[in-house]
């Protein structure tokens, strides 16, 4: 990596050059436009010059009528442009895979859908989208690959989520970019894109841990969710069968979209979003399952059918 | 008699009532902490001249970096022009005998000393590392800082602000003297009338959002923290609710200084008065609008996003019209290159490179790369530092024989000037391309391929260094040695000119009566 | 000549008022962060407000929003008053602080009886008691402030119409946040279901 430029790896970064490169085009030209007036003004109107000066202009309305609305219509034309790029960051691509991101003072710790971890290093295959989804169990951090051009918080208490697709196979800095405490600097790694073959070798290799949604499973059973939420259980509970993605109608009448941030807020404040027809009976898990367990849970949910 | 000969003992300077004297006093004390400041920036950029975190530990580091933070935006940038020189000069430039309350204008100033010794105390306790902006839940639940106390210094000074910009507002309506209509004030008592505004509407916000800060970090109860039930983005939206129309509290202020030096140094009216005070406004207001532009990667909906972008570049268009004014104002000028107009012109240029960037971050797609990088860095030193601290040291320069009786010497000023202008584009410029490289800010150490644009940035941070400490040695000679200044030095209108130099205590000495608008210079030659 | 920088006592009079108003909108934004963090979690846990609320004292809110209002009108009463140069001036003015003093009693004596159900509260709840005592605290606080003022200004200086004026201004102002406060955490779906 020279210090010189940086790669351009994901379908984003190729999107965020354009705009930026067009953008340092206009400024750079009205910016330079600018030097080189106060220049040659200075210079030629410098004390003592025998440049004409007789009655100076006060005001101009048409002039600065001008220089008010041209800026304002290229201002609207970036704002769209950078508008629909941004957008894509958060598109739902059903082809996307979902990886689950959590930060931790001071280190990111990543899981698949097959159930492989890793810790401040992320290996995607090229070519796929991917779908990052984030949380934390302390403090905001933030997650950002300068060569995808992508960066996204990690809130507490919620799930946040940013799309992209790498494009180029290739080793990357990974860093947090929200200031989180006292190793802020050194909580980061690598991020690998690899082909296609390699990624799936990468991906069963030394990896004995069930897929993430048999590890949902497994969790669903122990923490005792299957003694309420399986069918024919004696307790009215609603029944998660297809969950993931469904439009849920709650008590208070609004409907919601049933995504991941939903599944994991009525895991740990289910009094808030009360399904329509069900009592507020079911105690809440703050405390009791962690990010990764949770995340679990979800990629469980997504699969149950 | 002038007002710095009506006593000479401390006590006559502690309680005077005298609103130049008080700038006087807000003056000494924000270049100590312009100081402390300048002294963690050193520590910061020694720090980053290598690639490993060699010199200091990272708890010392991320202290470093926060007071430089604190002290900065709250105990100099954001009382430096409005404190000092809107102090000493709004009463003047209305023509009015001091501040509408003199007494509440001295009270400001102790309230500003109160918060400050806080500040020393944090630092005399072992600092604090949450970073200026105080994000929770690291403030209130992880850090181990002395975060009550510097809080409580941010707090208390707030009120500082407050005050001042209750009595320049009071000043400016009731105050003005006889045919000194509003489209007649000089677009520095504008640029100060509109800071007062944001001063007393922010302020108040920053200073509950820091109590409710306080409050969960001490009872653990709290609306920020979701383990308590609440959510960490409410203190984002309130912190820069806040903490963005404070970049205009200290920019707003520096456009004022440069309005009111160049038509003085291009011997002519400022180009196109009337849209330099609307813009002034319009910045004000929209200011108060483009919060959540600091939140585009935060989780904030993508619409909210969308609103905030197009706000702040709307916010942009007043700002271009400034430049443009200014750059039209050169325009068969007669233009001499005195110290103050040197800083000008600096700052014109640093301005609007550091504006023109700030359209990178409006654009939410760029921004999602360069937030949180050494671009955003970069960005506001253009601004607060290429924009404020040039025009509060142009402004220095420019009244300095008004405020002093004395004149600086013009060399001096003229190399600093230059000195100050070529530290501060090595020390910034490079660190643009360090945040479009993906360095991130607030980091202790980083990877080594970024490490030749840190060691420029360094070595420009020694050269700044170096032309801050000049004017504080030669402007401290030119009080002892320095020629006697006249009323008017540079020949300039406006009435704070009309008086003596120093002005007597009451500034006046017959009330001036007004019979034309700012700026009526006639080109020489 | 009243003061240097004033020309004549009406500039001062202005300039007075004009400082009080510009300090009440600093009071507003002071309030605003509470408020807004109200409505924000009030959005984000409904059910939590809507349970906090029905744990109000209804009647000591209701009758401390009349004794509070009773207070405006002896203060608006005074101001008047002070204009005209008229008579029962202090008799008023202290009126109006008794009455101010005597929300702060029974204001305490609610948060005395309130304390054992807040301790017990947990979460959304808790964030709805958080705002409930912050909001209602900081109005005790002006109150105070006002009171201690009211009484000084009734012995000290009353003859200045210009101070009873400015006072009153506070004073209204202080009011006019509880006749906010009182229908957020007293009256809001508390006769819902």
């Known amino acids: ?305 | 008699m002038s007002y710095l000969a009506e006593g000479f003992s401390l006590r006559s300077w502690l309680t005077t009532n005298d609103h130049k004297r008080i700038a006087v006093l807000y003056m000494v004390a924000i270049t100590a902490f312009f100081f402390v400041g300048g002294a963690a920036a050193t520590l910061i950029r020694l720090e980053l001249a290598t690639p490993a975190g060699d010199l200091v530990q990272p708890e010392t580091y991320n202290k470093l970096f926060t007071i430089h933070g604190v002290v900065m935006v709250w105990f100099f940038l954001i009382p430096s022009i409005p404190s000092v020189l809107g102090n000493f000069l709004v009463p003047l430039m209305v023509g009015a005998r001091d501040m509408a309350f003199p007494r509440l204008n001295l009270a400001s100033w102790y309230i500003y000393v109160l918060g400050g010794l806080f500040t020393v105390a944090t630092l005399i306790a072992g600092g604090v590392d949450t970073g200026w902006t105080f994000y929770t839940p690291y403030s209130t639940m992880f850090s181990n800082g002395n975060v009550l106390l510097a809080v409580a210094g941010v707090f208390i000074v707030g009120f500082s602000s407050i005050l001042t910009g209750l009595n320049i507002i009071v000043t400016v309506h009731r105050l003005r003297a006889p045919g000194l209509t509003w489209f007649r004030l000089p677009l520095f008592v504008w640029a100060n009338y509109a800071t007062s505004l944001i001063l007393i509407l922010a302020t108040p916000v920053l200073a509950m959002t820091l109590c409710l800060v306080a409050l969960e970090r001490v009872f653990h109860v709290g609306i920020f923290d979701p383990a308590l039930g609440g959510d960490p983005l409410l203190f984002q939206h309130l912190f820069w609710f806040y903490s963005h129309p404070a970049v205009y509290i200290m920019v707003l202020p520096a456009m004022g200084v440069a309005s009111e030096i160049i038509p003085c140094f291009a011997r002519r009216p400022v180009f196109g008065y009337r849209f330099m005070a609307y813009a002034i406004l319009a910045i004000a207001s929209i200011g108060f609008l483009v919060w959540g532009h600091h939140m585009f990667v935060s989780g904030q909906s993508l619409y909210a996003g969308l609103v905030f972008s197009m706000l702040s570049f709307l916010v942009a268009i007043p700002s271009a019209i400034k430049v443009f004014n200014w750059t039209a104002t050169l325009y068969k000028g007669s233009i001499t290159f005195a110290a103050p107009m040197l800083y000008a012109l600096g700052f014109v240029g640093l301005f609007t490179i550091g504006g023109m960037t700030g359209l990178f971050l409006a654009a939410t797609a760029v921004d999602v790369h360069l937030t949180d990088t050494y671009f955003v860095i970069a960005h506001f030193h253009y601004i607060m530092v290429g924009g404020s601290v040039m025009c509060y040291l142009g402004g220095i320069h420019f009244w300095w024989p008004k405020i002093s009786g004395r004149m600086y010497p013009e060399m001096w000023g003229r190399a600093a000037a230059l000195l100050i202008f070529f530290g501060f584009n090595l020390t910034f410029f490079p660190q643009y391309l360090l945040g479009w490289l993906g360095m991130p800010r607030r980091y202790h150490a980083y990877p080594p391929e970024l490490q030749l644009l840190n060691v420029f940035s360094s070595a420009g941070a020694v050269v700044l260094a170096l032309g801050y400490l000049l004017p504080l040695g030669y402007l401290g000679w030119s009080l002892l040695y320095g020629k006697k200044a006249p009323p008017n030095p540079w020949q300039a209108t406006g009435l704070e000119w009309q008086t003596a130099s120093p002005p007597p205590k009451h500034n006046f000495e017959h009330e001036p009566v007004v019979h034309q608008g700012p700026y009526a210079y006639d080109p020489v030659r | 000549m009243p003061t240097t920088q004033f020309d004549s006592i009406l500039e001062r009079r202005e300039a007075a008022m004009l400082g009080m108003w510009l300090f009440l909108a600093t009071e507003v934004l002071f309030f605003g962060p509470l408020f807004f963090g109200y409505f924000h979690s009030r959005l984000a846990s409904h059910d939590a407000f809507v349970a906090g609320s029905h744990h109000m004292h209804f009647w000591l809110g209701t009758i401390n929003t009349a004794v509070l209002l009773t207070s405006s009108f002896t203060m608006a009463l005074a101001v008047q008053v002070a204009q005209d140069r008229g008579r029962f001036l202090r008799l008023l003015l202290l009126a109006s602080a008794a009455l101010g003093i005597a929300f702060l009693c029974i204001k305490g004596y609610e948060y005395a009886s309130e304390i054992p159900e807040v301790a017990r509260a947990e979460g959304p709840e808790q964030v709805f008691y958080l705002l409930y005592f912050a909001m209602t605290g900081l109005h005790a606080i002006h109150l105070t402030i006002g009171a201690v003022l009211v009484i000084w200004t009734a012995f000290i200086s009353a003859r200045r119409a210009i101070r009873v004026e400015v006072l009153g201004l506070y004073w209204h102002f202080v009011d006019a946040v509880w006749l906010f406060l009182y229908p957020m955490f007293y009256l809001l779906e508390r006769y819902s279901a």
């Open chain 1, 1 to 305: 990596m020279s210090f010189w430029t940086l790669p351009a790896a994901s379908d984003t970064a190729q999107r965020v050059d354009r705009l930026f490169f067009a953008l340092l085009g206009v400024t750079g030209t009205v910016t330079l436009a600018i030097f080189v007036l106060m220049i040659f003004f200075s210079i030629r109107y410098r004390r003592g010059s025998r440049a004409a000066r007789e009655r100076p202009p006060t005001s101009n309305r048409a002039l600065e009528l001008g220089w008010t609305l041209t800026p304002l219509a290229l201002f609207v034309g970036i704002f769209v442009w950078a508008a629909g790029v941004y957008g894509s960051f958060y598109k739902r691509d059903p082809a996307a895979a979902t990886v689950y991101v959590v930060g931790k003072q001071w280190m990111w710790k990543v899981e698949h859908a097959n159930g492989r971890r890793e810790i401040d290093e992320l290996h995607l295959p090229v070519g796929q989208p991917v779908r990052l989804v984030l949380a934390t169990e302390d403090v905001i951090h933030s997650f950002y690959v300068p060569a995808f051009r992508i960066k996204q918080d990690a809130v507490p208490g919620r799930y946040t989520a940013i799309s992209f697709t790498p494009t180029t196979v290739g080793e990357y800095r990974l860093h947090c970019a929200e200031y989180c405490g006292t190793d802020h600097a050194h909580m980061g790694g690598r991020v690998f894109v690899l082909p296609a073959p390699a990624f799936a070798r990468w991906l069963e290799e030394g990896n004995p841990a069930p897929s993430l949604a048999a590890q949902g499973f497994d969790l669903f059973r122990r923490k005792g969710c299957s003694g309420c939420h399986e069918p024919g259980s004696s307790v009215h509970a609603p029944d998660l069968k297809n969950i993931a993605g469904r439009i849920v109608h709650l008590a208070d009448g609004r409907a919601v979209l049933a995504d991941e941030a939903y599944l994991r807020d009525s895991m740990l404040v289910p009094k808030r979003d009360v399904v329509a027809g069900y009592e507020p009976i079911m105690p809440s898990f703050q405390g009791q399952l962690d990010e990764g367990e949770i995340a679990a849970l979800i990629a469980y949910l997504k699969e149950r059918r």
